[in-house]
């Protein structure tokens, strides 16, 4: 059983996704530093010194802290929008793969199929009026 979870561990995939968690939660980090002591004091300064994490409501005696809710939406944003980019990005990487070129077409009358260029079908020695190379 040991070595059955050791194997499980080396793997590839639980590796990948153990770095990958700890980038994230690094990454967290920095957005919420970035929002908490840069985006948010400049948004209280351009809205006459509104803090947003000092907005509290009070509902049947429970508060609710709508600031620190705001706080959390716009960090999500904003990590949502950096790994929008980074899938992007990874994705245009992917679709430079090479397009595969038409070598063969079908005989209009035998239905055979022929190479692009032939002028004249090998299996029924019909002419090819139409004569159109696809790849043109």
Do not use: W
């Amino acid at each position: 059983m040991f070595k059955e979870f050791k194997e499980f561990i080396a793997r590839g995939n639980v590796l990948d996704m153990a770095i990958g968690i700890i980038m994230g939660s690094a990454f967290t980090a920095i957005v919420t530093s970035m929002v908490d002591d840069i985006l948010m004091p400049i948004i209280s300064g351009l809205t006459a010194g509104i803090d947003y994490q000092d907005i509290v409501v009070s509902v049947g005696g429970a508060s609710l802290k709508v600031g620190n809710f705001i706080n959390a939406v716009i960090s999500f944003l904003i990590i949502a929008f950096v790994m929008f980019l980074i899938v992007k990005g990874l994705n245009s990487l992917h679709k430079e793969e090479a397009k595969e070129e038409v070598t063969e077409k079908e005989c209009p009358y035998c239905k055979s199929s022929i190479p692009v260029e032939a002028s004249r079908c090998p299996h029924c020695t019909s002419k090819l009026d139409n004569y159109n190379n696809v790849n043109e």
